[in-house]
Antibody, heavy 117, light 108 residues
């Protein structure tokens, strides 16, 4: 059974930092592209960042460039998102997503990040 | 950036009826790398269609995808109670990998 489990979310003050993690099992992690997608409360989906299989190619949505960093550890089958200089508009549920291509084949249940003073 | 516009915003239908959802791109989606996702309240999205026309694993055959270039359609031939949800399209071809705003399919 494919499983993606996000952790690390929580309440953080504006300007603060947070590191999200995604632990995976049930599929060949090192062969899959991985993505972070977020969803603000009551809103639609927003692609945040993605990384290719060996971590040599990374892409970010403009609004997080220079603030967020995506990384992966294929030995541990895990994905991370380091977030800094957090703003109120980063408040969202963050989903860890895996795919054979850039399509979201598998999704975790999400972790909530709330940025507020 | 490829902008995706979904219509209608809300579709009010009865079980057994046919649902037709549209996703229009601001420019041609390379290789028709267009996906559709279903999201129910409190749940993560689930892949329904990939590469515009292919059903994902476990998706019933009442779901079908069509289209190419800039115009794509998701059709649900006979709505079942579990199909009432929000549906998003996403282009998976070029960064940034944008989503449409979603179509809510609600029970009439």
């Amino acid at each position: 059974e494919v499983q993606l489990v996000e952790s690390g979310g929580g309440l953080v003050q504006p300007g603060g930092s947070l590191r999200l993690s995604c632990s995976t099992s049930g599929f060949a992690f090192s062969s899959y592209f991985m993505t972070w997608v977020r969803q603000a409360p009551g809103k639609g989906l927003e692609w945040v960042a993605n990384i290719n299989q060996d971590g040599t190619e990374k892409h970010y949505v403009d609004s997080v460039k220079g603030r967020f960093s995506i990384s992966r550890d294929n030995a541990k089958k895990s994905l991370s998102l380091q977030m800094s200089s957090l703003r109120a508009d980063d408040t969202a549920t963050y989903y860890c997503v895996g795919g054979a291509g850039w399509t979201g084949d598998f999704w975790g249940q999400g972790t909530l990040v709330a940025v507020s003073s | 950036e490829i902008v995706l516009t979904q219509s209608p915003g809300t579709l009010s239908l009865s079980p057994g009826e046919r649902a037709t959802l549209s996703c229009r791109a601001s420019q041609s989606v390379p290789k028709n790398y267009l996906a559709w996702y279903q999201q129910k309240p409190g749940q993560a999205p689930r892949l329904v269609i990939y590469d515009a026309v292919n059903r994902a694993t476990g998706i019933p055959d009442r779901f079908s995808g069509s289209g190419s270039g800039t115009d794509f359609t998701l059709t649900i031939t006979r709505l079942e109670p579990e199909d009432f949800a929000v549906y998003f399209c996403q282009q998976c071809a070029t960064s940034p990998l944008t989503f449409g705003g979603g179509t809510r399919v609600e029970i009439k």
